[in-house]
Nanobody
Framework: QVQVVESGGGLVQPGGSLRLSCAAS????????MGWYRQAPGKQRELVADITTGGSTNYADSVKGRFTISRDNAKYTVYLQMNSLEPEDTAVYYC??????????????WGQGTQVTVAS
C-alpha cells in the first residue's frame, strides 16, 4: 500500500504565495515522475507541473515563471511553490506520483486534493 498526502492549500489574496507539499509513504521501491495537477469547477483536470527523478521539470504555460516544482527524493516528497497567484489559479490541487512498489508493480497514485482559493 502507498499513501499520498498533500498539505499547504488555503485562501490567499491575488499576488500572494502558497507552498504545497506532497509526501508519499508505504511500500515504495522507487518513485519516478512526481507532479501536480489542478481542477477548477466545471473544468477538466490539468497538469500544472511535473518533475522527474533526475530533476527535469515541465510546466503548464499558464504558470511558467510563477510556480516552481521541486522534490526531495530521500523523503519521497514533492513541493509546489506558487508565487504571484491569480484568481484563475483557484482550484483543487492534486499530487500524482509514479511508484514502483516493493512488489515490482508500477502504478500512479493520487493524493486527496487540497483547495487553493485566490480571492480578495
Amino acid at each position: 500500500q502507498v499513501q499520498v498526502v498533500e498539505s499547504g492549500g488555503g485562501l490567499v489574496q491575488p499576488g500572494g504565495s502558497l507552498r504545497l507539499s506532497c509526501a508519499a509513504s508505504g511500500s515504495i521501491l522507487r518513485i519516478n515522475t512526481m507532479g501536480w495537477y489542478r481542477q477548477a469547477p466545471g473544468k477538466q483536470r490539468e497538469l500544472v507541473a511535473d518533475i522527474t527523478t533526475g530533476g527535469s521539470t515541465n510546466y503548464a504555460d499558464s504558470v511558467k515563471g510563477r510556480f516552481t516544482i521541486s522534490r526531495d527524493n530521500a523523503k519521497y516528497t514533492v513541493y509546489l511553490q506558487m508565487n504571484s497567484l491569480e484568481p484563475e489559479d483557484t482550484a483543487v490541487y492534486y499530487c500524482n506520483v509514479e511508484v514502483l512498489t516493493t512488489m515490482h508493480y508500477e502504478y500512479d497514485y493520487w493524493g486527496q486534493g487540497t483547495q487553493v482559493t485566490v480571492a480578495s
